[in-house]
C-alpha cells in the first residue's frame, strides 16, 4: 500500500512561470489537504479537499492559486505567475474520515518549489 | 477560528535531558496528535489522544491530553541525538484541521 505520494519532489521555475504540484493520496482516501512551509517555519493550512469538491480553502491567497482534485487523478495544486516568496514545501497529506473523532492525516515527502 | 500555540518555539538541550513540549487551544479539542518532522523530512505521525486526562507511552516519549481537552503535552525523557527534529500538534474535526506552530528540538552530545 504506496503511501502519500507528491511529484515532483523538486521544482525549479522562473518568475512568471506557472508550478503545477501534485499529490496522489494513499489508496482508499478521499481526503487531501495542501500545506506550504516557509523553511524555519511551521506548516501552513491552504486548503482541504474531498472528490471533485472544494471543503475548505481559507487558506488559499486568492490570486494565483488554485487546487482541485478531480474525480479520476491526483490532486493538483497550480500557482500561477510565481513569484519569489513562493518559494517554500508544499506538503500534501491525505485521510480517510472516519468520523470527526479519528482524523490521522499520512504525509508526502512534499515538492519544494524554487522560484528564481 | 481556533487557534493552537506550542511552546516554547525552540529549544536546545544536551543529550540526555529532558525535553517537553506543550500545546495549548483557546477552544475544546475533540483530539490532538502528534507529528514530528525532521530536518528536511515530512511529518510523521506519532500518536492520537481523544480522552479527557488521557495519557500515552511511546519508549521515551509521553503524551498528555489536559483534563479540560485544551492542552496537551509532549515528553522525552533522556533525549538523544535522534530525537532532533520539530514537533507538531495537530487538532480539528474532519473539516478543520490545524497545525500548531510547533517546537523545534535541537539535541547536542
Known amino acids: 500500500n504506496a503511501g502519500v505520494m507528491q511529484n515532483p519532489r523538486h521544482l525549479v521555475r522562473r518568475r512568471g512561470q506557472e508550478a503545477r504540484l501534485r499529490c496522489s493520496p494513499m489508496?482508499?482516501?478521499?481526503?487531501v489537504y495542501w500545506y506550504r512551509q516557509l523553511p524555519e517555519e511551521g506548516l501552513k493550512f491552504m486548503v482541504y479537499?474531498?472528490?471533485?469538491?472544494?471543503?475548505?480553502e481559507s487558506g488559499m491567497p486568492k490570486e494565483r492559486f488554485s487546487a482541485e482534485f478531480p474525480k479520476e487523478g491526483p490532486s493538483i495544486l497550480r500557482i500561477q505567475q510565481v513569484v519569489r516568496g513562493d518559494s517554500a514545501a508544499y506538503f500534501c497529506?491525505?485521510?480517510?474520515?472516519?468520523?470527526?473523532?479519528?482524523?490521522?492525516?499520512?504525509f508526502g515527502q512534499g515538492t519544494r518549489l524554487t522560484v528564481v | 477560528g481556533q487557534q493552537v500555540m506550542q511552546i516554547p518555539q525552540y529549544q536546545h538541550v544536551q543529550e540526555g535531558e529532558d525535553f517537553t513540549t506543550y500545546c495549548n487551544s483557546s477552544?475544546?479539542?475533540?483530539?490532538i496528535q502528534w507529528y514530528k518532522q525532521r530536518p528536511g523530512g515530512h511529518p510523521v505521525f506519532l500518536i492520537q489522544?481523544?480522552?479527557?486526562?488521557e495519557v500515552k507511552k511511546q519508549k521515551r516519549l509521553t503524551f498528555q491530553f489536559g483534563e479540560a481537552k485544551k492542552n496537551s503535552s509532549l515528553h522525552i525523557t533522556a533525549t538523544q541525538t535522534t530525537d532532533v527534529g520539530t514537533y507538531f500538534c495537530?487538532?480539528?474535526?474532519?473539516?478543520?484541521?490545524?497545525f500548531g506552530t510547533g517546537t523545534r528540538l535541537q539535541v547536542t552530545l
Open positions: 477552544t475544546t479539542l475533540s483530539n
Open positions: 479537499l474531498q472528490k471533485e469538491n472544494i471543503i475548505d
Open positions: 489508496k482508499g482516501h478521499s481526503h
Open positions: 497529506a491525505s485521510s480517510h474520515i472516519r468520523d470527526e473523532w479519528n482524523t490521522e492525516a499520512f
Open positions: 489522544l481523544v480522552k479527557s486526562g
Open positions: 495537530y487538532t480539528g474535526t474532519a473539516s478543520k484541521l490545524t
